[in-house]
């Protein structure tokens, strides 16, 4: 319970800005890991459901601050519709790694 607790703070300390970012990297995350599902790669299961609890705690704590605001239902709906379509597409940290990985692998060879 308190891990809960410590994790709603650091995320409460974030702006709204940076928790958006945050939640288009999980989410980013999250479609690696169904990649590795599918491709049967080795992958922690666990990992699903702590990604997505994370990203609802997240959410949540951005819609407390639109309540505290004043923004109604409707309003924010249309607001979170916007921000989704201006999300600029990028690769997952993660397969970013693997990237770098593979270019390194790649340099030593051909060293």
């Known amino acids: 319970m ?3 607790e410590e994790e709603l703070k650091e995320i409460r300390a974030k ?3 940076e928790i958006n970012e945050e939640v288009v990297e999980l989410k980013g995350e999250l479609l690696m890991l169904r990649l590795q599902k599918s491709t049967r790669n080795e992958f922690k299961s666990s990992e699903f459901r702590r990604m997505r609890k994370r990203i609802a705690r997240m959410l949540t704590v951005k819609r407390e601050r639109e309540v505290e605001e004043g923004v109604g239902k409707r309003l ?3 607001l979170d519709r916007q ?3 201006s999300i600029v597409v990028r690769p997952p940290p993660s397969l ?3 990237q770098e990985e593979e270019a390194a ?3 030593e060879k051909s060293a």
């Open 76 to 78: 924010s709906r249309k």
């Open 15 to 17: 702006t709204t800005e």
């Open 105 to 107: 692998e790649e340099a």
């Open 83 to 85: 921000w989704k379509r």
């Open 2 to 4: 308190a891990k809960k």
């Open 96 to 98: 970013k790694k693997l």
